[in-house]
C-alpha cells in the first residue's frame, strides 16, 4: 500500500463540544480542516494496529466524501479492518451496535444529530470507543491538544470505495467490509422487545401507529422494523428516504419542528400511538393521540415500567438521568428503591455507569433514552418500548401518562431555547448568573424561596473523574428548579437553555398547561439571568 504523508498546519476551532466536533460543512471543506481532526483522533489512540474500526454517518451533506477521505486515512494509519453502513449509511445507536457486536476497537460517526443539513447547514464528526459509546473527556481533552500541534496526515492511495453494494473488499491488505446498515440493529431489537405481541397488537388494530423519520437516518430502520416486520400499515412511517439536506427541514423530534406529525395525533381520528426521531437517529419524541408525552416523563414512565418488557422483565440494577432533566425519575427510583445518578449532559457520562451495570435505563430531557444495550441513546428502541408497553398494559398513552402521575405525581417542566446568542452576551449571562449564586440562598418570590444555588460538577463514582461547569441550579425549598446551561450542540454563537421545573403532587391540578403553570418560575429565570434584557429578544427560539 502506497502511503503519502502530507503537511499540514493547526486549524485554532477543533475543540470537540458535548459530542464531537460539530462545524458549518463549508469550514469542513476548507483545505485538511477533516484531515487535521482525523489525523488527531489517530495520534491520540493507542495500540490500534491491525484493529477494526467501524464508519458511518446520518447521511448528511459531505456524508460520503468524508467518508472515502477516512477510509485511506484509517488504511495509512494502520487499522486492519473496516466496517462500514451501506451508503455509508448508519445511525448513530446502530453504529455502536456494531461496535459492541464486532468487537471493533472503536467507531468514527459522522453527524452533527438534529442540526439542519445541506451545503450551507452542518457536518459533525466523533469518535466512540470500544464499548460504542462517545470518547471520555480525557480522550477529547488530548485529541484537542493534538489539534493544536499537528504537522501531517497520512493518506492510502488508492481509488474511492463503492459505499452502495454490501460485500468485502480489500485495499493494500486492509480489509473493507459493506453491510446492511438496517440488519444488525433490528436483529438487536427482536431480542429485548416481543414482537410477536407487536405483530397481534398491530394486526388486530389495537395499536395504529405513524412514525415521522423526518428524511433522516432512521426512515430505512424504521419502515424494516414497523411496516415489514410488525406489519404496519404501508406509510405508517413518512418522511422515510434519508436524504442530505433533511427535505430542507430541521430534523429535531419536538413540537416545534415535528409539525406534520403533530397535526397528525392531535387532529381527527388521530391514532394510538406516534413517534418521531432525529438525523442521526438517537433521540424520539413520543405521542399518543391528542397528547405530546415529555422526555422527562418517557424516561419516568420507562424506568417505572421495565418489568414489562422481555429483556427487563428481571428488573432493573439503576437509573441515570442528565442534570436539566426533570426529577420525575428520581420518584420512581426513589419508590422502587433503584439507586439514581445525576450526571451532565452528554451521553459519554451514562457510559462508565452502564459497563459497570450500575444502571440499566438512562435519558437526558433533550429527547434521548435508552438502556444497557447500547452505549447511545437509542430514538427506535424508545419507540419500540413505548408500543411494547402499550400492548402489554392495553392502556392508550394518555392513560399511562395519567396513572403514572397519579402514582408519582407530576414534574411541570419545559425548556426555553435561546439560538445562535452571540458568545461574548452568552457568556456575560454565565458569568452575572456566577456572581449570584452566593447570595439567593434564602431569597423569596412569591412561595418560591432558594434553597440552594450552585454550578453543578460531577464526580464519576466509576472512575472518580471530574467534570465541572456543567451548568446553573437554583433549587426552591418547594422541590422547584431553574436551570441555565449553554449548549455544546450548535454551530453558531451560542444557544442559552433555560430548564424550568415545578412538581405537583394534587392530582386536580395534572391538567395544567406546562407555561402557565410555570409563568412565576419562568419570569424569575428572567430577572436573574436577563437574557430578554441583554439580547434584546421577546421569547425563546424554541419552547419543549
Known amino acids: 500500500m502506497t502511503t503519502t504523508i502530507t503537511k499540514t498546519t493547526p486549524y485554532d476551532d477543533q475543540k470537540p463540544g458535548t459530542s464531537g466536533l460539530r462545524k458549518k460543512v463549508k469550514v469542513f471543506q476548507q483545505p485538511k480542516y477533516l484531515e487535521n481532526f482525523v489525523q488527531s483522533i489517530f495520534d491520540s489512540l493507542e495500540d490500534f494496529q491491525g484493529k477494526t474500526?467501524?464508519?458511518?454517518?446520518?447521511?448528511?451533506?459531505?456524508?460520503?466524501?468524508?467518508?472515502?477521505?477516512?477510509?485511506?486515512?484509517a488504511?495509512?494509519?494502520?487499522?486492519?479492518?473496516?466496517i462500514i453502513g451501506q451508503g455509508g449509511l448508519l445511525s448513530t445507536p446502530a453504529a455502536s451496535n456494531i461496535i459492541r457486536k464486532y468487537n471493533a476497537f472503536?467507531?468514527?460517526?459522522?453527524?452533527?444529530?438534529?442540526?439542519?443539513?445541506?451545503?450551507d447547514e452542518d457536518f459533525g464528526i466523533k469518535y466512540n470507543v470500544s464499548n460504542g459509546g462517545p470518547a471520555p473527556e480525557k480522550f477529547t481533552d488530548k485529541l484537542y491538544e493534538n489539534t493544536k500541534t499537528?504537522?501531517?496526515?497520512?493518506?492510502?492511495?488508492?481509488?474511492?470505495?463503492?459505499?452502495?453494494?454490501?460485500?468485502?473488499?480489500?485495499?493494500?491488505?486492509?480489509?473493507?467490509?459493506?453491510?446492511?446498515?438496517?440488519?444488525?440493529?433490528?436483529?438487536?431489537?427482536?431480542?429485548?422487545?416481543?414482537?410477536d405481541l407487536l405483530k397481534q397488537s398491530i394486526h388486530n388494530g389495537f395499536i395504529t401507529l405513524r412514525f415521522d423519520a423526518m428524511h433522516a437516518i432512521t426512515g430505512p430502520y424504521a419502515k424494516h422494523i414497523l411496516e415489514d416486520t410488525l406489519g404496519a400499515a404501508p406509510g405508517s412511517v413518512?418522511?422515510?428516504?434519508?436524504?442530505e439536506d433533511f427535505g430542507g427541514g430541521h430534523p429535531d423530534p419536538n413540537m416545534a419542528h415535528a409539525h406534520e406529525l403533530?397535526?397528525?395525533?392531535?387532529?381527527?381520528?388521530?391514532?394510538?400511538?406516534g413517534a418521531a426521531s432525529d438525523g442521526d437517529g438517537d433521540r424520539n419524541m413520543v405521542m399518543g393521540s391528542n397528547?405530546?408525552?415529555?422526555?422527562?416523563?418517557?424516561?419516568?414512565?420507562?424506568?417505572?415500567?421495565?418489568?414489562?418488557?422481555?429483556?427487563?422483565?428481571?428488573?432493573?440494577?439503576?437509573?441515570?438521568?442528565?442534570?436539566?432533566?426533570?426529577?420525575?425519575?428520581?420518584?420512581?427510583?426513589?419508590?422502587?428503591?433503584?439507586?439514581?445518578?445525576?450526571?451532565?449532559?452528554?451521553?459519554?457520562?451514562?457510559?462508565?455507569?452502564?459497563?459497570?451495570?450500575?444502571?440499566?435505563?438512562?435519558?437526558?430531557?433533550?429527547?434521548?433514552?435508552?438502556?444497557?444495550?447500547?452505549?447511545?441513546?437509542?430514538?427506535?428502541?424508545?419507540?419500540?418500548?413505548?408500543?411494547?408497553l402499550i400492548a402489554r398494559k392495553r392502556e392508550s398513552v394518555e392513560d399511562i401518562v395519567h396513572e403514572h402521575w397519579q402514582k408519582y405525581?407530576?414534574?411541570?417542566?419545559?425548556?426555553?431555547?435561546?439560538?445562535?446568542?452571540?458568545?461574548?452576551?452568552?457568556?456575560?449571562?454565565?458569568?452575572?448568573?456566577?456572581?449570584?449564586?452566593?447570595?439567593?440562598?434564602?431569597?423569596?418570590?412569591?412561595?418560591?424561596?432558594?434553597?440552594?444555588?450552585?454550578?453543578?460538577?460531577?464526580?464519576?463514582?466509576v472512575d472518580g473523574s471530574v467534570s465541572s461547569n456543567q451548568g446553573i441550579r437554583i433549587g426552591f425549598v418547594n422541590g422547584s428548579r431553574i436551570v441555565f446551561r449553554l449548549s455544546g450542540t450548535g454551530t453558531v454563537g451560542a444557544t442559552l437553555r433555560i430548564y424550568l421545573e415545578r412538581y405537583e403532587r394534587d392530582v386536580s391540578k395534572h391538567d395544567q398547561d406546562a407555561q402557565i403553570a410555570l409563568a412565576e418560575l419562568i419570569e424569575i429565570a428572567e430577572q436573574l439571568c436577563e437574557v430578554k434584557k441583554r439580547t434584546g429578544r421577546t421569547e425563546p427560539d424554541v419552547i419543549t
Open 106 to 119: 472503536g467507531g468514527i460517526v459522522l453527524s452533527a444529530s438534529h442540526n439542519p443539513g445541506g451545503p
Open 150 to 195: 499537528i504537522t501531517g496526515y497520512k493518506k492510502a492511495r488508492f481509488g474511492d470505495i463503492d459505499l452502495d453494494v454490501i460485500g468485502e473488499v480489500e485495499k493494500g491488505g486492509v480489509k473493507i467490509r459493506i453491510i446492511d446498515s438496517v440488519a444488525d440493529y433490528a436483529e438487536l431489537m427482536a431480542k429485548i422487545f416481543d414482537f
Open 75 to 82: 488504511a495509512a494509519n494502520g487499522f486492519g479492518e473496516l
Open 53 to 73: 474500526l467501524v464508519i458511518g454517518g446520518d447521511g448528511r451533506y459531505f456524508n460520503r466524501k468524508a467518508i472515502q477521505i477516512i477510509i485511506k486515512m
Open 262 to 273: 403533530c397535526e397528525i395525533m392531535f387532529g381527527a381520528d388521530a391514532p394510538t400511538f
Open 409 to 461: 405525581g407530576r414534574d411541570i417542566y419545559c425548556r426555553h431555547d435561546y439560538e445562535a446568542v452571540d458568545s461574548e452576551i452568552a457568556n456575560g449571562i454565565v458569568e452575572h448568573l456566577r456572581s449570584q449564586l452566593s447570595s439567593l440562598p434564602g431569597k423569596s418570590w412569591g412561595d418560591y424561596e432558594v434553597k440552594f444555588a450552585d454550578e453543578f460538577s460531577y464526580t464519576d463514582p
Open 291 to 388: 397528547i405530546f408525552v415529555t422526555p422527562s416523563d418517557s424516561l419516568a414512565i420507562m424506568a417505572a415500567n421495565a418489568k414489562l418488557i422481555p429483556a427487563y422483565a428481571k428488573g432493573i440494577s439503576g437509573v441515570a438521568r442528565s442534570m436539566p432533566t426533570s426529577q420525575a425519575v428520581d420518584r420512581v427510583a426513589d419508590k422502587l428503591s433503584l439507586p439514581c445518578y445525576e450526571t451532565p449532559t452528554g451521553w459519554k457520562f451514562f457510559g462508565n455507569l452502564l459497563d459497570a451495570d450500575k444502571i440499566t435505563i438512562c435519558g437526558e430531557e433533550s429527547f434521548g433514552s435508552g438502556s444497557n444495550h447500547v452505549r447511545e441513546k437509542d430514538g427506535l428502541w424508545a419507540v419500540l418500548f413505548w408500543l411494547n
Open 238 to 243: 413518512f418522511n422515510a428516504v434519508p436524504l
